[in-house]
C-alpha cells in the first residue's frame, strides 16, 4: 500500500492498551499448574492473542482429561483480569500520547481485540479512553478469534476503510499473523522478554513502546 493513503490505525488491545498480558499468563499458570500439569510461563506465552475459549481448548487438546473444564477455566481467568484491571491496570507507555497523535493526524481509530465485552468495558473505563475509539470489535462472539484475520476485517469495514489503509498495532504472534492475513499494515511492540524473537521480521514495523508511534504516523501519512 502506498503510505500516504493511512486512513486509520486499529489496535489490539492487553499487552498494547493496557499492561494485563502478566495476569492473563499468571492465571492460565495458576490454573494449570494446580492441575499438576508441568508447564512453563515460556509454553504460555504461546497462547497470547488467543480468545479465552481459544485458550482453555488449546490445554485442553494438549492434556485431555475427564475433569479438564474448559468453562471454568475461561471464568476464572476472565474473573482474575477483571480484577486486576479495576485495581491496578495501569496504561502501556505511551498510550495516551499515541492516541492524540492519531487524532491529530486525522485517522479513524478502531478497537480490534480477542478479549470479551466485560473486559474491554473495565479497560475503556480503568484507562478513560473510550471516546478515542470510533469502533470497538471483539472476537467474542466470531466464528474465529486471532489468528484469524475476521476481527480485524470487521473493525475495518465498520470504520469504512479498506484494510490495505489501516495499520494494525499488535504485541502477539496471534495478533500479528490476523493483522497480515487483513493485508493490514503492521506495528509490533512485542514484550521486552520477546523483543530479539526472529518472527517479528513478519511485521512491517517495530518498536519498544508506542512513544514511537506519533513518529511512524508521521512518515506514513506524510506525502511522497
Given at each position: 500500500m502506498e503510505t500516504s493513503q493511512l486512513q486509520a490505525v486499529i489496535f489490539d488491545m492487553d499487552g498494547v492498551?493496557?499492561?494485563?498480558?502478566p495476569v492473563w499468563q499468571?492465571?492460565?499458570?495458576?490454573?494449570?499448574?494446580?492441575?499438576g500439569l508441568p508447564i512453563t510461563r515460556n509454553?504460555?506465552?504461546?497462547?497470547?492473542?488467543?480468545?479465552?475459549?481459544?485458550?482453555?481448548?488449546?490445554?485442553?487438546?494438549?492434556?485431555?482429561?475427564?475433569?479438564?473444564?474448559?468453562?471454568?477455566?475461561?471464568?476464572?481467568?476472565i474473573e482474575q483480569v477483571i480484577h486486576y484491571i479495576r485495581q491496578d491496570g495501569t496504561a502501556m507507555t505511551?498510550?495516551?500520547?499515541?492516541?492524540?497523535?492519531?487524532?491529530q493526524q486525522g485517522l479513524k481509530l478502531g478497537l480490534a481485540t480477542s478479549s470479551s465485552s466485560d473486559i474491554i468495558d473495565a479497560v475503556l473505563?480503568?484507562?478513560?479512553?473510550?471516546?478515542?475509539?470510533d469502533v470497538i470489535q471483539s472476537a467474542e462472539h466470531l466464528p474465529y478469534g486471532k489468528p484469524h484475520p475476521e476481527v480485524y476485517l470487521r473493525c475495518a469495514a465498520a470504520l469504512?476503510?479498506?484494510?490495505?489503509?489501516?495499520?494494525?498495532?499488535?504485541?502477539?504472534?496471534?495478533?500479528?499473523?490476523?493483522?497480515?492475513?487483513a493485508r493490514m499494515q503492521t506495528l509490533i511492540i512485542p514484550s521486552v522478554s520477546q523483543q530479539q524473537d526472529p518472527r517479528w521480521a513478519?511485521?512491517?514495523?517495530?518498536?519498544?513502546?508506542?512513544?514511537a508511534l506519533p513518529a511512524l504516523l508521521q512518515r506514513l501519512c506524510s506525502p511522497r
Amino acid at each position: 500500500m502506498e503510505t500516504s493513503q493511512l486512513q486509520a490505525v486499529i489496535f489490539d488491545m492487553d499487552g498494547v492498551l493496557i499492561d494485563s498480558e502478566p495476569v492473563w499468563q499468571q492465571a492460565e499458570f495458576d490454573v494449570l499448574t494446580g492441575k499438576g500439569l508441568p508447564i512453563t510461563r515460556n509454553e504460555i506465552a504461546q497462547t497470547t492473542g488467543l480468545r479465552i475459549d481459544e485458550v482453555a481448548q488449546y490445554w485442553y487438546r494438549l492434556f485431555p482429561s475427564d475433569d479438564f473444564d474448559t468453562a471454568a477455566m475461561a471464568d476464572y481467568i476472565i474473573e482474575q483480569v477483571i480484577h486486576y484491571i479495576r485495581q491496578d491496570g495501569t496504561a502501556m507507555t505511551g498510550v495516551y500520547d499515541a492516541l492524540r497523535a492519531c487524532r491529530q493526524q486525522g485517522l479513524k481509530l478502531g478497537l480490534a481485540t480477542s478479549s470479551s465485552s466485560d473486559i474491554i468495558d473495565a479497560v475503556l473505563e480503568k484507562l478513560q479512553i473510550r471516546e478515542f475509539f470510533d469502533v470497538i470489535q471483539s472476537a467474542e462472539h466470531l466464528p474465529y478469534g486471532k489468528p484469524h484475520p475476521e476481527v480485524y476485517l470487521r473493525c475495518a469495514a465498520a470504520l469504512g476503510i479498506a484494510p490495505g489503509k489501516c495499520l494494525a498495532v499488535e504485541d502477539s504472534l496471534n495478533g500479528l499473523i490476523a493483522a497480515r492475513a487483513a493485508r493490514m499494515q503492521t506495528l509490533i511492540i512485542p514484550s521486552v522478554s520477546q523483543q530479539q524473537d526472529p518472527r517479528w521480521a513478519v511485521a512491517h514495523h517495530q518498536a519498544v513502546d508506542l512513544r514511537a508511534l506519533p513518529a511512524l504516523l508521521q512518515r506514513l501519512c506524510s506525502p511522497r
